[in-house]
């Protein structure tokens, strides 16, 4: 067993129950909730119907639970991440991550009711009770939002947290508790002062936790997340899926533990818990693993202690399973297969599938399906080992937060924002091309099959043999994983007056960043703000920021970064040296190699910086000379899916 490898138990031990705090919470549970945390699924209080959020379509598909059919599938908008009903229907409510807002729709009709303008990046939401207001967590801003469902507007905007994206409800309606997504920590939300009341942390290396869920009756909350394993890459020892589970009573005591879930099944690993659900009886706890294509059935101990045992083997899912739920009556279970775009309705008791509804049809193209099949999974041929997928680092092709000790050096893991234009890839400029990426599946991180044929032109060193090596156009699926990485969107800065309006500081930045004396254009060049290209030789520039890291091996030229959608991608730099954009250019740069700015009065460089964070402020063109061909091309625009 690996040493770093985190123990099953974190802490334990037999305790006193303090039933006075329990009774407390069980009186004040008494109302049960249909939906009480973020899903893209939410069951109908009377169990009839099923709402599922089709992220990558823009759709909400309404399923009937009787006749088990999808009726009906209504049009929302830009990346659904979160649904719920309102009250007992007939209108429900969808977060748009890519839209900064929610809409309320009409269930029966399909009709759009109403457009809410939120804070950036709604990701869960969550109704009272008696659907007169829903909270939405807010991830890049940090915020949990209070809307008004009658009135239709936003009432309060509370802050959560660092990049909040679980959410749930307590059943007395009292406290929000959200997630964050980077560092698992859970925060409680008091909704009467509006404040984080308490606060839940685990260990440093614990990382997306982008759900949690609440025990209907006990004081307990449950956080599927990952552990990632910094300083180490190997197939089994850099990613690790667990699950927490908060003691929510007030007060000292044992306060959180940790379950490592990849040897809750003796020798079967799963990785990357997404979900979990509990039956409404709190009896029985499903956890779903998006990276193996698994769910976990457990019986729920009332032992404040080894809290779940596993109701035997777990049940294998569709593809990339996103979310479950569990009917009012405990009896059916649903898992939403986000990758096979269905919904599987599971008998509680045998667990065997009664019925597979398909809930819309596939986005895009094929190709890009099947890359993001691929980027999700850990099983073959990406790994043989089952616990690291692309996805565990790249999620959803956003950035994991961390730096990563390589052997090369270290290295922030960074977003696929605008890729398809900002070849070369790697801050070392080590692949031009995604399918490159074939190393890293064969790699000891990864130690999957792959997919060419043969021998790969061998590492010796640092050199930097993908260059020489052409790996696309030689395998369908690989070619599939470089469609889907170069055709991830993204949108807008949430720091801007209007799309291309910058407000009057960021304007004023605009002016220093363009400036002749400062030069930052000189290499931030192009709509992509990047003068990286693929004509050899690359261009590489040593800026004085190689100098920190001993463990440096690959030399102090860099590849210039794209700077569109830099606002959200802390810490900075290819070391993660720089904690905040100001960091970049003002403690990072005392040499002023990277752009000049030590001349740069405050004032200036807080306009610089505000320029920054509103990019991009406008859509920059799909086709620039640097364009690859693997991408999803003629997406039109105004399209949902985009
Ligand atoms: C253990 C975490 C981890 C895993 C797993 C992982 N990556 Fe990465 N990825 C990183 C880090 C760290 C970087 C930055 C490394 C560098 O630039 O040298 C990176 C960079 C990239 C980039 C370059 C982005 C750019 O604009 O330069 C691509 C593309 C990428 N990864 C794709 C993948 C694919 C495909 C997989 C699965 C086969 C994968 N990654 C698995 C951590 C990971
Ligand atoms: C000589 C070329 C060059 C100039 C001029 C330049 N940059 Fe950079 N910039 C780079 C390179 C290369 C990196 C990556 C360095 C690293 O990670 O160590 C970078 C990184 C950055 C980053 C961090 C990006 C990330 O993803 O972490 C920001 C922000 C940035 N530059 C802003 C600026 C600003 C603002 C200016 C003008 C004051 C400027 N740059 C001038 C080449 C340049």
Known sequence: MNPMKPSRITTGGLRMRRSLGILAFLMAASISLAGPSNSLMDVHPNGKTLIVANNDNGTVTLVDLVTKEAVREIKVGKKPEGVTWIGDGPLAAATLYHEQSIVIFDTNTGKIEKTIKTAAEPYGIVADAKGTRAYVSHEYPGLVSEIDLQEGKVLREIPAGSMVRGIAIAPDGKRVYVSEFYTGVLNAIDLASGKIVDSWKGHSTDNLARHVLLHPTRPKAYLGHIRSMIKIGDGAGSIFPQLSFCDLKPGEGRRRVAFGMDTFNSLYVVTNPWESA?????????????????????????????????????????????????????????????????????????????????????????????????????????????????????????????????????????????????????????????????????????????????QLKPKVGFHKAELEEKTSGRSKDLDAIAIYCNSLEYPLSPHIEAPGKLKPAAMRGKDVFFRKDVGCATCHSGPYYTDSSLTQPFNLHDIGTGRGDKTERMGTKFDTPTLLGIYRASPYLHDGSAKTLLDVVTMQNKEDKHGKTSQLKTDEIGDLVEFLKSLPYQSPPEVTPNTVPFRVQSMKKGDPAR
């Open 278 to 454: 509990i039956s409404p009886d709190g009896k029985r706890f499903y956890l779903i693993y998006a990276g193996t294509n698994d769910m976990n059935v457990c019986n729920v101990i009332d032992d404040d202690y080894k809290e779940v045992e596993s109701a035997g083997y777990p049940t294998r899912t569709g593809q990339n399973p996103r979310a479950v739920r569990v009917s009012p009556d405990s009896k059916s279970v649903y898992v939403y297969n986000a990758m096979d775009f269905s919904v599987d309705i599971y008998n509680a008791q045998t667990m065997a599938v009664v019925k597979n509804i398909k809930t819309c049809e596939q986005p895009k193209t094929p190709e890009w399906v099947r890359g993001k099949i691929l980027f999700n999974t850990a099983n073959q041929p990406m790994s043989s080992r089952r616990w690291v997928a692309c996805s565990s680092c790249h999620p959803d092709g956003l950035h994991d937060g961390r730096v990563w000790q390589q052997a090369e050096g270290l290295r922030k893991a960074t977003a696929f924002v605008g890729m398809a234009n900002t070849h070369p890839l790697h801050w070392s400029a080590d692949r031009d091309e995604v399918q490159d990426f074939e190393y890293t599946v064969r790699s000891k991180l990864m130690q999957g099959i792959g997919f060419l044929k043969g």
